[in-house]
């Protein structure tokens, strides 16, 4: 389940804080609309985009582009 909350919109860009919370297991696949950058604050998780899987943890930054999962 993911939980989105915008902290800055003005001029074309925007921040936003996103949450996903969901038990052991693989998630839902959600489509990005639009381009962005990912920065992970806590847990880890798997992200599968373009045939490429990832774990991706705090230490970790990713892009996604409109159409990817």
Do not use: W, Y
């Not at 297991?25 to 920065?39: D, N, S, T, V």
């Not at 990832?54 to 930054?61: E, F, H």
Request: glycine share 14%; proline share 3%.
């Amino acid at each position: 389940m993911l939980s989105t909350r915008v902290v800055f919109a003005d001029d074309g860009l925007q921040i936003a804080n996103i949450a996903c919370r969901h038990g052991r297991g693989r998630g839902k696949a959600e489509e990005a609309m639009q381009h962005g950058i990912g920065f992970v604050r806590r847990g880890s998780f798997q992200r599968s985009a373009d045939g490429d899987r990832s774990l991706l943890d705090p230490s970790s930054v990713f892009f996604v582009n409109p159409g990817q999962e």
